[in-house]
């Protein structure tokens, strides 16, 4: 069994004020008991006995994006069919403050071979398809990385990354691939992904935090996969997680939403479809 990985001395309150979350709304302020940490970072294969506190840790996710069938089918798997590509990190309490999920998949599979247009679904689904089969992996692709909100803004869903491209790297493998949900696209839900995903600031670096913080990672963007998650709703289960009326057709700005979500009121149906990025790291 390897080390648990140890992050020394993280500044968690360093998060400047006016960050957003996930989910576009202000960060709640930290407590101030969470100043300065030291955070140790496990699977859940080492340490079994974590699970609910790892299932169960709060998150800021908008309440659609739970409702993605794929989703429903298979995120919930990986913690207990795949506890070696789940990774946590605790503070000095022993509270889980974090959590990083990824798969083990055969992209040289026939058939494949390119990162799929539908991103992060297909990429669960061709995950838990070659575990039934039998297929041996040749590429680990992140599915996400949550940060509990007291803990956010201090820079830890950097340091989960690199623990989740070392675990990676120790399994075996040299390259991890990730379906990125850029943090900051809800502000322009009308602006393409295709042009918004390649934004660069002066000094080069992606425009986007989240993508920035993967390219500093050692990552190169690679496309857009435009069809990523899709959420297909009835209007009242709409209205029931964001509370809009859901009452006109067309494009619905939702908060969130790095889209607008397509309504239909006469067929009584609204459909949410996300683009994300593909990027590749080599190990």
Request: charged fraction near 25%; glycine fraction near 8%; hydrophobic fraction near 40%.
């Amino acid at each position: 069994m390897r080390p648990a990985i140890t992050i020394s001395t993280l500044n968690i309150r360093s998060r400047r004020p006016g960050v957003t979350c996930q989910n576009g709304s202000p960060c709640a302020q930290l407590p101030p008991t969470v100043s300065a940490m030291e955070l140790k970072v496990s699977t859940l294969a080492e340490r079994p006995e974590m699970y609910d506190q790892v299932a169960g840790m709060a998150d800021t996710w908008p309440e659609f994006i739970r409702h993605d069938l794929v989703n429903d089918a298979h995120y919930g798997r990986i913690a207990t069919e795949l506890p070696e590509y789940v990774l946590f990190a605790e503070d000095e309490r022993g509270e889980v403050v974090a959590h990083a999920y990824s798969v083990p998949f055969a992209l040289a599979d026939e058939g494949r071979g390119e990162l799929p247009a539908r991103g992060w679904d297909e990429v669960l689904v061709w995950a838990f398809a070659d575990k039934r089969r039998g297929t041996r992996p040749d590429t680990v692709s992140a599915i996400s990385i949550v940060v509990a909100p007291h803990a956010q803004g201090g820079g830890l869903s950097g340091r989960l990354l690199s623990a989740m491209r070392e675990n990676a790297r120790a399994h075996g493998f040299d390259e991890v691939v990730a379906p990125v949900r850029p943090s900051a696209k809800h502000l322009e839900p009308r602006t393409a992904m295709e042009e918004y995903a390649f934004r660069t600031r002066g000094d080069g670096l992606p425009h986007d935090p989240w993508l920035r913080v993967h390219v500093r990672a050692g990552a190169r963007i690679e496309a857009v996969a435009p069809a990523s998650m899709t959420v297909a709703a009835s209007l009242d289960e709409w209205r029931a997680w964001t509370g809009l009326p859901f009452d006109e057709e067309g494009q619905v700005e939702v908060p969130g939403a790095l889209v607008p979500v397509h309504c239909e009121p006469r067929r009584g149906y609204a459909v949410y479809v996300e683009p994300n990025v593909w990027v590749r790291h080599a190990l």
